[in-house]
Structure formats: C-alpha cells, structure tokens
T-cell receptor, first 115, second 114 residues
Framework: QKEVEQDPGPLSVPEGAIVSLNCTYSNSAFQYFMWYRQYSRKGPELLMYTYSSGNKEDGRFTAQVDKSSKYISLFIRDSQPSDSATYLCAMSLYAGGTSYGKLTFGQGTILTVHP | GAVVSQHPSWVICKSGTSVKIECRSLDFQATTMFWYRQFPKQSLMLMATSNEGSKATYEQGVEKDKFLINHASLTLSTLTVTSAHPEDSSFYIC??????????FGPGTRLTVL
C-alpha cells in the first residue's frame, strides 16, 4: 500500500464547475500537507499548505484536512481553463524548524477544464 | 515564494556520457536541497537530500555512484548523472525548503539519453 493515494483521473469538467481533488494517507505521523499544481513539462508550483485539520481558503482554492480520517482535499471554485494541470498532494512528517522534511507525493490528478 | 532555477532545462546526450544539472536558490541560502525524478505520467520520487558541506543522503534504491550530488555553496547544488543510459531518461527536479518547511521547486531538467 502506498503511503499516499491519489486518484490519477483524468478529471474533465466544464468551465465554472467546482472541482474536488482528494488524497488519503496511511501514516498518521504526517503533519504538514500541501497541494502543488504542475503544468506539462514544468516544475510543481505550490498552491496551498496547512498544518492543521480544518479548512484553509485562498481565493478560489480551499484546502481541507481531516487528520482523523487521514484525508485531504482541494476544492477549486469557478474553475477556469487555465486551471487545467496536474494537481499533486504532498505530505511531510515535519512541521518547520531546522529538520527539513522529505515530501511524499500522491500520484497526481490530471485535471482538464473545458470552455 | 522562493525562486529556484535549474540549468539546463533540456539536455540530450549519448549513452555512456555524464550530464551535470545545476539547481540554484536565487533569493535565499539553503543548507538543504532535494532532488526528485519524475517519469512520464508519474509522481515525483525523491532521489536524495543534498546537504551543504557534507555528503548527500540517498533514498533506498538510488545508486549514489551513479547520481553524484555536490552541494558546494548555500545557493547551488549539482546532480551529475554518470555513464547515463536510456533508462535514466527522465525529468529531474530540485526543490529548496524554506524555514517553514515549504518546498519550492525548480522548473525541472528533461534528460534524454540516446
């Protein structure tokens, strides 16, 4: 079993739709949760990060963490064609300080938002 | 967020040659950098942790003699793929963590070994 599971999709939605992307994990020691967006042939770009359970909102993006269920989500409201990319969840055992944590990534979900 | 650059962005080489990839942190000093490899339609796999002034730490299954890492300064880490073979063709990406443990990724280097 992989430490982080993410449905690879592909996921295709119409412009304006609400997108829900999800990851589950098995290691309860993960403390730090991130979502990255990766366009084709580019490096991942950090979208959001959070340490705690609950919701965190940034513009059209909302990250949700449920540590009791070991489940994280990213919601995209009013999706745009420019949101078409691969979305990767990532997790780390460490939460700051000088012990830089190694990231464990999900497989990535390919999202296409069509006009 | 941090700005990370990589050079080259794209390289093609013949089998048996060595290729050096540079990763630079442009706006802050980094004692640690990470190197990842990503095959088509797959996720990022951590290869090694680059430590300034000391030896790199390699993940299980990664050959340290094949993937040489040098972290010569607080802003530069290099990955050298020695005696490259076609199976080494991949997308190599570095990342730099800031003090909150947030990692910022470079744009990646696409290596094709013929």
């Amino acid at each position: 079993q992989k430490e982080v599971e993410q449905d690879p999709g592909p996921l295709s939605v119409p412009e304006g739709a609400i997108v829900s992307l999800n990851c589950t994990y098995s290691n309860s020691a993960f403390q730090y949760f991130m979502w990255y967006r990766q366009y084709s042939r580019k490096g991942p770009e950090l979208l959001m990060y959070t340490y705690s359970s609950g919701n965190k909102e940034d513009g059209r993006f909302t990250a949700q963490v449920d540590k009791s269920s070991k489940y994280i989500s990213l919601f995209i409201r009013d999706s745009q064609p420019s949101d078409s990319a691969t979305y990767l969840c990532a997790m780390s055992l460490y939460a700051g300080g000088t012990s830089y944590g190694k990231l464990t990534f999900g497989q990535g979900t390919i999202l296409t938002v069509h006009p | 967020g941090a700005v990370v650059s990589q050079h080259p962005s794209w390289v093609i080489c013949k089998s048996g040659t060595s290729v050096k990839i540079e990763c630079r942190s442009l706006d802050f000093q980094a004692t640690t950098m990470f190197w990842y490899r990503q095959f088509p339609k797959q996720s990022l796999m951590l290869m090694a942790t680059s430590n300034e002034g000391s030896k790199a730490t390699y993940e299980q299954g990664v050959e340290k003699d094949k993937f040489l890492i040098n972290h010569a300064s607080l802003t530069l880490s290099t990955l050298t793929v020695t005696s490259a073979h076609p199976e080494d063709s991949s997308f190599y990406i570095c990342s730099v963590p800031d003090r909150t443990d947030t990692q910022y990724f470079g744009p990646g280097t696409r290596l094709t070994v013929l």
